[in-house]
C-alpha cells in the first residue's frame, strides 16, 4: 500500500512562519524576549515600556562601536 501524501500546510500556518522569520531577523522579538525574561527571572522588577526598552537598546548600539550602528 502505497503511503497517503501528506496535506499542504495551511495558508494561516505558512503565513505565521513567515511573520516569525520576519521578526526574529529584524529583531522586532527583542522586546518579547526582553518581557519574558524580566517576568521570570526578575519577577517583581517594573518592566519597561517599548519605548524605553528601544530607548535604552538605541543608546546601548550608539554607544557601543563594534556594533556597527553608525557608518561614521
Known amino acids: 500500500m ?3 501524501p501528506r496535506p499542504a500546510p495551511s495558508l494561516r500556518r505558512v503565513l505565521s512562519s513567515v511573520r516569525w522569520y520576519v521578526r526574529e531577523l529584524t529583531d522586532e522579538s527583542a522586546y518579547d524576549r526582553y518581557v519574558a525574561y524580566v517576568r521570570h527571572e526578575h519577577p517583581d522588577a517594573e518592566v519597561l515600556s517599548r519605548r524605553d526598552f528601544e530607548r535604552m537598546r538605541t ?7 563594534r556594533q556597527g550602528f553608525r557608518c561614521c
Do not use: K, N, S
Not at 543608546?59 to 562601536?65: G, L, V
Open 2 to 4: 502505497a503511503p497517503r
Open 59 to 65: 543608546d546601548r548600539q550608539e554607544a557601543d562601536p
